[in-house]
């Protein structure tokens, strides 16, 4: 049986099945490299200020440095009768320096601890998703200047709306993922407050410098109360949050994908390489990976959920209802890295059909609204141009016709005070070459913003 490092107060082992319960090293062992970061800064501390001897901190040091070198080499096995990530580390200290590993835990907890050990990974964890934003930024920036001025439907409710640039389209994820980067700029500035130090709540007797841990482990704030830095997960919660908006953002496009992918719509084709095929059906090319990015965005969400609810009732300061808070927070930063790699692979690679999107654009009357701006330039109030226009689609319903079928006549029948140029406004470039005003979906309003997005990247 291995002795427990907490078991001077107990007369009786753990129940086996209770040992299985509770530990928490099966999956906290992936912050063994933060767990060791923290304890070398803490004991250099420790050594500097004099709570423990310079040697003693010189040997604890380096024990921890080799215990990380063994790790990274793969010779580390944990011991799950140790429960988790803190107590395999000092054990393994202990076994390689003695009795100054035992001076180690001086004035701190495993609650400050572990709270260190996930800012520090989930740190590490924004800075890398910030980098596949980016990433997927740049595969959509360049399709969208690829396909600047190509048109095809705009739709709302999934009915034909109004023609658009693909380019203007590609864009509005552009800039969903830009608030995304924000969201998690943000994030980042909230997570990144040292709170070692606080100790299991109260802090601690020994006098300690926190703003020099800080500086070693590069965090920019220290935390001002001991109970609110071991109780709270907020920083956790607004990580998960941002990571189910941005799998929001992600599922919305593979969504479009998948519709666009169909031979109804035949508007994209995705490539070989990042598809699959039927176990049954020959003919099959089915577009797996946009539907599991779909699905995958309920699994953030879930770990959201979790991990609002494991809060909500837990009165201050810790409990060990916080041990469930790290396989939603590894799930979500592995779930959401691999979605925004793939996702930027299977964009890269699609090939749009603009014949298609263009032949469909001009379907189901989408320059109805042009005909009915043009009544406003000639004073019809636009309530009055509503509903003439509608009265002159109904009759096109009617009578199998589209609107660039019209002769003038038929439109002055329902809108008398039609121009005579009118037909030139209802062609689908007409209709985005007149939507010039920022953000619109003119050819130069999508260049220019493509101009923005470019400074962005490069900044």
Same mark, same amino acid.
């Given at each position: 049986?291995?002795?427990?490092?907490?078991?001077?107060?107990?007369?009786?082992? $753990? *129940?086996?099945?209770?040992?299985?319960?509770?530990?928490?090293?099966?999956?906290?062992?992936? %912050?063994?490299?933060?767990?060791?970061?923290?304890?070398?800064? *803490?004991?250099?501390?420790?050594?500097?200020?004099?709570?423990?001897?310079?040697?003693?901190?010189?040997?604890?040091?380096?024990?921890?440095? #080799?215990?990380?070198?063994?790790?990274?080499?793969?010779?580390? +096995?944990?011991?799950?009768? @140790?429960?988790?990530?803190?107590?395999?580390?000092?054990? %393994?200290? #202990?076994?390689?320096?003695?009795?100054?590993?035992?001076?180690? *835990?001086?004035?701190? #907890?495993?609650?400050?601890?572990?709270?260190?050990?996930?800012?520090?990974?989930?740190?590490?964890?924004?800075?890398?998703?910030?980098?596949?934003?980016? !990433?997927?930024?740049?595969?959509?920036?360049?399709?969208?200047?690829?396909?600047?001025?190509?048109?095809?439907?705009?739709?709302?409710?999934?009915?034909?709306?109004?023609?658009?640039?693909?380019?203007?389209?590609?864009?509005? =994820?552009?800039? $969903?993922?830009?608030?995304?980067?924000?969201?998690?700029?943000?994030?980042?500035?909230? %997570?990144?407050?040292?709170? @070692?130090?606080?100790?299991? %709540?109260?802090?601690?007797?020994?006098?300690?410098?926190?703003?020099?841990? !800080?500086?070693?482990?590069?965090? +920019?704030?220290?935390?001002?109360?001991?109970?609110?830095?071991?109780?709270?997960?907020?920083?956790?919660?607004?990580?998960?949050?941002?990571?189910?908006?941005?799998?929001?953002?992600?599922?919305?496009?593979?969504?479009?994908?998948?519709?666009?992918?169909?031979?109804?719509?035949?508007?994209?084709?995705?490539?070989?390489?990042?598809?699959?095929?039927?176990?049954?059906?020959?003919?099959?090319?089915?577009?797996?990976?946009?539907?599991?990015?779909?699905?995958?965005?309920?699994?953030?969400?879930?770990?959201?959920?979790?991990?609002?609810?494991?809060?909500?009732?837990?009165?201050?300061?810790?409990?060990?209802?916080?041990?469930?808070?790290?396989?939603?927070?590894?799930?979500?930063?592995?779930?959401?890295?691999?979605?925004?790699?793939?996702?930027?692979? $299977?964009? #890269?690679?699609?090939?749009?059909?603009?014949?298609?999107?263009?032949?469909?654009?001009?379907?189901?009357?989408?320059?109805?609204?042009?005909?009915?701006?043009?009544?406003?330039?000639?004073?019809?109030?636009?309530?009055?141009?509503?509903?003439?226009?509608?009265?002159?689609?109904? =009759?096109?319903?009617?009578?199998?016709?589209?609107?660039?079928?019209?002769?003038?006549?038929?439109?002055?029948?329902?809108?008398?005070?039609?121009?005579?140029?009118?037909?030139? $406004?209802?062609?689908?470039?007409?209709?985005?070459? !007149?939507?010039?005003?920022?953000?619109?979906?003119?050819?130069?309003?999508?260049?220019?913003?493509?101009?923005?997005?470019?400074?962005? @990247?490069?900044?």
């Amino acid at each position: 049986m291995t002795k427990k490092l907490w078991g001077g107060r107990f007369q009786k082992a $753990m *129940h086996q099945t209770v040992e299985a319960f509770t530990e928490s090293i099966s999956y906290d062992c992936r %912050l063994i490299e933060q767990d060791i970061r923290g304890s070398i800064a *803490h004991a250099t501390m420790l050594g500097k200020c004099g709570i423990i001897s310079e040697a003693d901190a010189g040997a604890i040091v380096e024990g921890l440095k #080799s215990v990380l070198a063994d790790y990274q080499a793969g010779k580390i +096995e944990f011991d799950p009768s @140790l429960e988790d990530v803190h107590m395999n580390v000092e054990k %393994l200290l #202990s076994e390689r320096i003695g009795e100054p590993a035992g001076r180690l *835990h001086t004035a701190r #907890s495993r609650n400050d601890q572990v709270a260190t050990d996930v800012r520090l990974y989930l740190r590490e964890a924004v800075d890398g998703i910030s980098e596949l934003i980016r !990433a997927l930024q740049q595969t959509i920036l360049e399709q969208a200047e690829k396909n600047a001025e190509v048109i095809l439907p705009g739709y709302t409710h999934l009915q034909h709306a109004q023609p658009v640039l693909l380019g203007h389209h590609l864009m509005a =994820y552009f800039w $969903m993922l830009e608030r995304d980067f924000g969201r998690f700029s943000d994030c980042r500035k909230r %997570l990144n407050t040292l709170v @070692l130090g606080s100790g299991a %709540l109260a802090g601690t007797t020994f006098p300690i410098d926190r703003e020099f841990v !800080a500086r070693e482990l590069e965090f +920019e704030a220290v935390s001002q109360n001991s109970i609110d830095s071991v109780a709270d997960r907020d920083w956790a919660s607004e990580f998960l949050a941002c990571s189910a908006i941005v799998m929001t953002h992600l599922s919305r496009f593979a969504e479009e994908l998948i519709i666009w992918n169909t031979s109804e719509f035949g508007f994209v084709e995705l490539d070989d390489s990042v598809t699959t095929g039927s176990s049954i059906m020959p003919q099959k090319k089915n577009p797996d990976v946009a539907e599991l990015t779909r699905a995958k965005s309920a699994r953030v969400f879930g770990d959201l959920m979790a991990i609002l609810t494991l809060q909500k009732g837990l009165p201050l300061a810790y409990n060990r209802d916080l041990q469930e808070d790290k396989e939603q927070i590894f799930d979500a930063v592995d779930t959401v890295s691999l979605s925004l790699e793939v996702f930027a692979l $299977m964009l #890269s690679t699609a090939k749009f059909n603009t014949e298609r999107m263009y032949k469909a654009a001009g379907e189901a009357f989408s320059t109805a609204t042009d005909l009915a701006d043009a009544l406003v330039r000639e004073s019809v109030p636009f309530r009055t141009a509503h509903e003439q226009v509608g009265s002159l689609v109904a =009759y096109c319903v009617k009578n199998g016709k589209e609107l660039t079928d019209l002769t003038l006549e038929e439109i002055r029948r329902f809108a008398p005070q039609a121009p005579e140029n009118i037909a030139s $406004m209802l062609t689908v470039e007409a209709s985005t070459a !007149a939507r010039g005003a920022m953000g619109g979906t003119a050819a130069d309003e999508v260049a220019r913003q493509i101009r923005e997005a470019r400074k962005i @990247l490069e900044s």
